[in-house]
């Protein structure tokens, strides 16, 4: 319930009890007049302060709840305006009500990415590539978005400059190798397309593939000295990176 609500309400009982004061002082008067009918000389006494007071107080009382009437309608307009300038220069501002009226603060998407295997390969049809296809675990603790935009930077050491590599489509069936084993990566399983038309909700996580290819040689991805570092966007255009150095992978 609104100020102006409750404020309507007591003037509406208010007034009603004020105008019954002012009707029984009419009533009284009107008893005076009939008492005073047939006097020969009116009194010359004239109405004081007091008086005029104690007569017309019902409607002074009813003056005053008008003007408290019209101060909270003006107010409620004013905070409504205030409040409308607000989410206009602040969208976030917006929050859904909770219990009690209490804006419940919105929380932005806030990606955790893991790294937890990789495969290094040359592929087949292309050797002077090298492939990475990546196990990647993304999970959100934050409003439900999709993740677009993946990208892949490799740092093959200190002191050569970073290298993107080109995020690829995975086929139906790929076999990949490595060093330690190979396997069998599908379609079904590419992470781009569990993420990036569907939102990821919030406490989901999810696991996939990202297939990308390199100029760089096999042997450099899989130095000791190299770093991996994934990144992703939400659906603001924030960006969530992870960095996994090659010689942890080694050390497992």
């Known amino acids: 319930m609104s100020i102006s609500d409750c404020v309507e309400i ?11 004061q002012q009707n029984e002082i009419f009533k009284r008067q009107n008893a005076i007049f009939a008492a005073q009918t047939g006097v020969a000389k009116a009194s010359d006494e004239r109405p004081t302060w007091a008086r005029q007071a104690r007569r017309y107080w019902p409607m002074l009382a009813m003056a005053m709840l008008t003007i408290l009437t019209w101060a909270a309608i ?38 955790v990415l893991s790294i937890p295997g990789a495969n290094i390969f040359i592929p087949d049809q292309a050797k002077n590539l090298t492939g990475i296809a990546l196990d990647v675990s993304i999970r959100n603790s934050g409003a439900p978005s999709p993740a677009n935009d993946w990208k892949l930077w490799i740092a093959p050491g200190k002191n050569l400059h970073p290298a993107l590599a080109q995020l690829t489509t995975i086929p139906e069936s790929l076999a990949v190798g490595g060093p330690i084993n190979s396997t069998v990566i599908r379609a079904a399983q590419s992470l781009v397309d569990k993420t990036h038309n569907t939102p990821i909700n919030t406490g989901e996580v999810i696991d996939g593939k990202l297939l990308f290819y390199t100029t760089l040689p096999k042997s450099r991805v899989q130095s000791d000295s190299t770093v991996l570092e994934l990144s992703t966007e939400d659906i603001s255009g924030k960006e969530f990176t992870v960095k996994q150095r090659m010689a942890d992978w080694l050390k497992r």
């Open 10 to 20: 007591i003037v509406g009982i208010a007034t009603i009890y004020f105008l019954r």
């Open 74 to 111: 003006g107010y409620e307009v004013y905070d409504r305006h205030r409040r409308a300038t607000q989410l206009a220069n602040n969208p976030a501002s917006a929050a859904p009500i909770g219990s009690g009226n209490v804006p419940v603060p919105i929380v932005p998407p806030n990606f």
